[in-house]
């Protein structure tokens, strides 16, 4: 499977835990696409309530869930702003909740570390934690976020949540489905040093404003002091003592490999493609032929409206074709079309055939659409030029 660079900016819904998250495993793409131009969002589903808080000035704070609840969010509040200023929401608030029904929060719901030393479930996640709410609430507010925002993309963990903490896990089924639902891609954060990555974000050059952001989260992680010889470098410890080095790339993996963008000229279609092209292009010229001869001698008063909108009808349908498709071959298809069924009809009543008469219209009729056609046919394809201009004045 290729892997390609991100470099498209679109409307994205990063959906995270709690605050840290999005920094910490997302902050470079999220500062990246914004760079680009993109429209980002980001949904956190708890405040972190049960969060350790590490230095001693916050440490009281512990154990409090309203008191952290507000700390973190202006954590949260300082990074997203050092980031680059994405839209924040709250799952199961204002934009991320469906409108019939009462705002709500979900809690953190805690974790513990296993025998294997990746996270599991706690003990006792509250009765109101986002892992005790029902998988369909959650799903219903992530869609509401995403239609809130008009987003086009989502963006969440892998299936075991990076490392196992279940509101990861819960946020990634929650997020996975309601993805579907909506019909709009999901992509998983996934580990860039494996052969997993369908999207790489280089984000060396966002570094800085990635390294502002984690610094934002003094409860959270402790992080190592700039390195005079190797200013992009980017390390912190965890709260469980684990040193962290930020990767010089984030990676992706679609959910489902996206589907091939359909061909938008005659160039990118297939042979059999190309072949239908232009036996559809040769029906559509026998039918404005065989119109366009019945109907060319047609007048209104004393106005040729059956010449003028035949004429109109020929113009249109080669320029279009060309415009469109950029393909001469299914232009010449067309005027084949065109003056083989003017010639099989106007042939049927011989020298005094009433359908093409020797008079102004029919003399139009007769070479018109072989001289529109072959003007056409001789019209330099200048989407190149196009194209280059557009990409210097971008």
Same mark, same amino acid.
């Given at each position: 499977?290729?892997?390609?660079?991100?470099?498209?900016?679109?409307?994205?819904?990063?959906?995270?835990?709690?605050?840290?998250?999005?920094?910490? %495993?997302?902050?470079?793409?999220? $500062?990246?696409?914004?760079?680009?131009?993109?429209?980002?969002?980001?949904?956190?589903?708890?405040?972190?309530?049960?969060?350790?808080?590490?230095?001693?000035?916050?440490?009281?704070?512990?154990?409090?869930?309203?008191?952290?609840?507000?700390?973190?969010?202006?954590?949260? $509040?300082?990074?997203?702003?050092?980031?680059?200023?994405?839209?924040?929401?709250?799952?199961?608030?204002?934009?991320?909740?469906?409108?019939?029904?009462?705002?709500?929060?979900?809690?953190? %719901?805690?974790?513990?570390?296993?025998?294997?030393?990746?996270?599991?479930?706690?003990?006792?996640?509250?009765?109101?934690?986002?892992?005790?709410?029902?998988?369909?609430?959650?799903?219903?507010?992530?869609?509401?976020?995403?239609?809130?925002?008009?987003?086009?993309?989502?963006?969440?963990?892998?299936?075991?949540?990076?490392?196992? /903490?279940?509101? /990861?896990?819960?946020? /990634?089924?929650?997020?996975?489905?309601?993805?579907?639902?909506?019909?709009?891609?999901?992509?998983?954060? *996934?580990?860039?040093?494996?052969?997993?990555?369908?999207?790489?974000?280089?984000?060396?050059?966002?570094?800085?404003?990635?390294?502002? $952001?984690?610094?934002?989260?003094?409860?959270?992680?402790?992080?190592?002091?700039?390195?005079?010889?190797?200013?992009?470098?980017? %390390?912190?410890?965890?709260?469980?003592?684990?040193?962290? /080095?930020?990767?010089?790339?984030?990676?992706?993996?679609?959910?489902?490999?996206?589907?091939?963008?359909?061909?938008?000229?005659?160039?990118?279609?297939?042979?059999?493609?190309?072949?239908?092209?232009v036996v559809v292009a040769l029906v559509l010229g026998?039918?404005?032929?065989?119109?366009?001869?019945?109907?060319?001698?047609?007048?209104?008063?004393?106005?040729?409206?059956?010449?003028?909108?035949?004429?109109?009808?020929?113009?249109?349908?080669?320029?279009?074709?060309?415009?469109?498709?950029?393909?001469?071959?299914?232009?010449?298809?067309?005027?084949?079309?065109?003056?083989?069924?003017?010639?099989?009809?106007?042939?049927?009543?011989?020298? %005094?055939?009433?359908?093409?008469?020797?008079?102004?219209?029919?003399?139009?009729?007769?070479?018109?659409?072989?001289?529109? $056609?072959?003007? *056409?046919?001789?019209?330099?394809?200048?989407?190149?030029?196009?194209?280059?201009?557009?990409?210097?004045?971008?």
């Amino acid at each position: 499977m290729s892997k390609v660079p991100a470099t498209r900016a679109e409307r994205v819904l990063f959906v995270h835990a709690h605050p840290d998250d999005e920094t910490l %495993s997302s902050g470079g793409t999220i $500062a990246t696409l914004l760079e680009l131009g993109a429209e980002v969002t980001v949904l956190t589903a708890t405040r972190g309530e049960r969060g350790e808080m590490l230095t001693p000035e916050l440490a009281p704070l512990f154990g409090d869930g309203p008191r952290v609840a507000a700390h973190r969010e202006t954590e949260i $509040a300082g990074a997203l702003a050092a980031l680059g200023g994405p839209a924040h929401l709250w799952l199961g608030g204002a934009g991320a909740r469906p409108t019939d029904l009462p705002e709500r929060r979900y809690t953190d %719901s805690g974790m513990q570390w296993g025998p294997d030393g990746r996270a599991i479930a706690a003990d006792d996640a509250p009765a109101d934690s986002l892992t005790a709410a029902d998988l369909g609430e959650v799903v219903d507010d992530i869609r509401a976020a995403i239609r809130s925002t008009g987003a086009d993309a989502v963006v969440s963990y892998a299936d075991d949540g990076g490392y196992g /903490h279940p509101d /990861h896990v819960r946020v /990634h089924h929650a997020a996975r489905y309601a993805a579907k639902a909506e019909d709009i891609p999901f992509s998983m954060i *996934v580990d860039p040093g494996s052969t997993e990555a369908d999207v790489t974000v280089d984000v060396l050059p966002v570094r800085a404003k990635v390294r502002a $952001a984690v610094e934002q989260y003094r409860s959270q992680v402790t992080v190592d002091p700039t390195d005079p010889a190797d200013p992009t470098a980017l %390390s912190w410890v965890m709260p469980h003592g684990v040193r962290h /080095h930020a990767p010089a790339t984030e990676a992706f993996r679609y959910a489902e490999a996206p589907a091939a963008p359909a061909p938008q000229t005659y160039a990118e279609m297939s042979g059999q493609a190309k072949v239908t092209a232009v036996v559809v292009a040769l029906v559509l010229g026998l039918v404005a032929g065989g119109l366009g001869t019945v109907t060319h001698q047609q007048t209104l008063g004393a106005f040729p409206i059956g010449m003028v909108l035949t004429t109109l009808i020929v113009v249109g349908l080669t320029v279009g074709i060309r415009l469109l498709y950029r393909s001469r071959a299914m232009v010449a298809a067309v005027g084949i079309g065109i003056i083989a069924a003017t010639q099989v009809l106007s042939s049927v009543g011989g020298q %005094s055939s009433p359908l093409v008469l020797a008079n102004t219209a029919g003399y139009v009729w007769t070479f018109g659409p072989a001289v529109i $056609a072959a003007l *056409v046919l001789a019209w330099p394809d200048l989407s190149g030029l196009r194209s280059g201009a557009l990409t210097r004045r971008e």
